[in-house]
């Protein structure tokens, strides 16, 4: 009994919380495989900021990013190791790992996903958004 | 706006919820009507089920998925100030990227340190024959090989070879084939872009095919 009022409550909850749909930008990618898990925020990826700099072929083609939202595993170690995001953000190209914030910048509990993708706006929302609802008064 | 969210919200909750919590999701309508302005119902309005975007390109404070009270998310730079200038559509990012990149408005490198290589690009128009009375669909492979290497798409996701690859909007919209890109990255397939992709006009003496249930119908 408890625990499907719990359920019940929590689904309600998580309802009331997701049709404020979030806003991001297009495209861009909550990576939260690992990150909640140790206790940092979710990386967030803005796919329109790349593409302004880079064609899709150097990463997907030459850097070996699957077209798969969370399907790399990328994790720091890698990145320290020049793989995936390490690549350019070296020091080099761009800026270097030590700006955490600057990529682990989304709301803590964002799962992941590819922002705004039409799977997105067909099933369901999956994002929990920023801006509480109003309070039945 | 956030009304009707929370009008919808309540609705699915109801819907949704077991046990615990609604009785609270039940009266909550009740008094969201009874404050609206007069005798006339609030809930008389145009596409109350049809979800707008409040704000386009909303810098990443205030975009629902990053996080205000991280610092870095204030450094980040809002996509607006980027979008200046570049080409508008009514879909994706609302920035016509191939457009963009034909104009010479961006140059986006094709290799990671050296900025002067070229892309290798392939001029070369697909056309794919659509039963439905849609205009057929001709891809174009110039755009394509612009932004994307050749072992992006073949053979994994497109067989190279004609009349091998089944391709239907159903597969596109779940995120198979074109929808591996189009609907998560490049522009998305709305009501608006149809024709992006169904651009070949049907011969002017073409017919739609009838179906079988019409053609067995011994009333007919």
Known sequence: MFKSALIGLLSMLAVL????????EYADVVINNYADAAGMRP??????YHRIRFRCKVCHADLGFKFKAGGNK????KIIDGKFCGACHNGEISWSVENCGMCHSGIPGTPTQIHGSTVQRLVAPTYKSLSKPKPAK | MKIKYFFLSVLVAATFTVVGGNAQAAQAPIKQVKSAKGKVSGANVFNRLLKKEKQRNAPPPEDGIHDPANDGTHVLQPPLIAYD????????????WVKALNDGLLKPRYDRFDPTVEPLVMDLDIVREVKASMPDVVFPHKPHTQW???SNC???????????????????????????CHGKVSFPITTKSCTKCHS????????????????KNPWR
């Open chain 2, 154 to 180: 073949h053979p994994k996701i497109f067989i190279p070879q004609r009349k091998a690859n089944v391709i239907n909007m159903s597969a596109i919209l779940l995120g198979q084939k074109c929808g591996v």
């Open chain 2, 148 to 150: 994307l290497h050749c």
């Open chain 2, 200 to 215: 070949k006009p049907k011969p002017a003496d073409w017919k739609p095919p009838k179906s079988e249930a019409s053609l």
């Open chain 1, 74 to 77: 990328i994790t720091m170690a």
């Open chain 2, 85 to 96: 200038g570049l080409p508008k559509t009514e879909f994706g990012n609302y920035v016509d």
């Open chain 1, 17 to 24: 919380v997701l049709p404020q749909a979030a806003q991001a």
């Open chain 1, 43 to 48: 990386a967030v990826f803005p796919h329109w």
